[in-house]
Every structure is written in C-alpha cells, then in structure tokens.
C-alpha cells in the first residue's frame, strides 16, 4: 500500500519559515494535497494540486512537489498557524492516503 | 454557502453499531462525492471511504471493509455512515468531507474542499 511519511514535529520562531514535508514513493508524479487541523476544529484545506490556494487562505501558505517530496511552507509564520498538518495524496490501489501528520509549533 | 452538517456525540458499548449522519447544503448534492475520515485520540486522519450520491458507488479503505456501510438519501440530501462492530479503537471524531475529483494534464485530482463539524462517537463499556 502507498504511504506518505512526515516530521512528527516542526518548530519555528514567530515571522520565521516553516517547511513540512511529505514523502512518498514518486509522490512528485501525483498531486498533493495540505491540511490545517486546529485542536477541536475541523480540517481547512490550504494547499491543493500541489500549490494552489483555496480562497480564503493567506498568501504566506504555498506547496511544491518534485520527485518524492511535497513541501508546504509558511513564510512569516503566526502564532495562528499553530496546528497539526496533514499531507494526502491519491493512489491508484489504495484512493485516498494521508501523511502520520505534523505537529507545528510556533515559539 | 456550502454546509455539511453532522449528527451529534454518541456513546456506545462494544460490539454494538453507530450511525452518523451528514446533511449537505449550498450546492448540487449529486455533483460530489462524499467521504468519511476520522481521527482517534492522538491519532492522525484515516480516511474510511467514500460515496457518490450519483451512482451509488462505495468504496472503502482496506482496514474498514466488511465493517462499515455508507449510505446516501438524495431526497434530503443526507449521507449516513454506519460502523458495526465496536470496539475501543474506534472511539474517534468522524468527519464527513465533500470529494472534487477531476483530471487535467497534470494527472487525477481528488481532494476535500468543505469538511462536517465533526461527531464524537465514544466506545465504553
């Protein structure tokens, strides 16, 4: 089954670059897709088809994808973008997978 | 605006069935798919399943077949998700989530674009 590993943990300084990536066996062939998870909140999805942004989401939220790694970055990060992050992609045999996810701190 | 709207928390003993509804609004309900993730305590998302109010087509993750039944009224617009069999390990908040799938160059797309508010669903004796 395909699987799609990421940091357990980021951390990042207030107005500083966050990257979160996702792994995955020629994930740069496929499209990934990025989630927000708040504590008690509903997942937001803020990256889609690699780089694209939903309305809605900041500019500072962008994704790229090449060879077995997708990467989302947060540039100027805030306090707000605390959050767990979840990558997924889809797989011919398995449909829908996603990332273990990323826990990111912002101190 | 586009809603999907869950069922609420449930308490249930092992071995026993949960049902949990999602009532869609704000778009053409048979134009989407929809599909049900969740996330136990500590855990990251697992995705369950999906369904297409259209055809009726289910398909289910590995770990969930055989176990879980989805189910659409396209008269109310609602899709139900059904979980026999409890046990402890599927104490979790169920998610339901609307399905944009498409094709371009680039290769299939599938994602979820609006998620349900969630529904606790707590397996005790």
């Known amino acids: 089954s395909y699987e799609l590993t990421q940091p357990p943990s980021v951390s990042v300084s207030p107005g500083q670059t966050a990257s979160i990536t996702c792994s995955g066996d020629k994930l740069g062939n496929k499209y990934a897709y990025w989630y927000q998870l708040k504590s008690g909140q509903s997942p937001v999805l803020v990256i889609h088809q690699d780089s694209k942004r939903p309305s809605g989401i900041p500019e500072r939220f962008s994704g790229s994808n090449s060879g077995n790694t997708a990467t989302l970055t947060i540039s100027g990060t805030q306090a707000m973008d605390e959050a767990d992050y979840y990558c997924q992609a889809w797989e011919s045999s398995t449909s829908v997978v996603f990332g273990g996810g990323t826990k990111l701190t912002v101190l | 605006q586009v809603q999907l709207v869950q069922s609420g928390a449930e308490v249930k003993k092992p071995g026993a069935s949960v049902k949990v509804s999602c009532k869609a609004s704000g778009y053409t309900f048979t134009s989407y798919d929809i599909n049900w993730v969740r996330q136990a305590i500590g855990q990251g998302l697992e995705w369950m399943g999906w369904?297409?109010?259209?055809?009726?087509?289910?398909d289910n993750a590995q770990n969930f077949q055989g176990r879980v039944t989805m189910t659409i009224d396209t008269s109310i617009n609602t899709a139900y998700m059904e979980v026999s069999s409890l046990t402890s390990e599927d104490t979790a908040v169920y998610y339901c989530?609307?399905?944009?799938?498409?094709?371009?160059?680039?290769?299939?797309?599938?994602?979820?674009?609006?998620w349900g508010q969630g529904t606790l669903v707590t397996v005790s004796s």
């Open positions: 989530a609307r399905g944009v799938a498409h094709s371009d160059n680039g290769g299939y797309i599938y994602y979820f674009d609006y």
């Open positions: 369904m297409n109010p259209n055809s009726g087509n289910t």
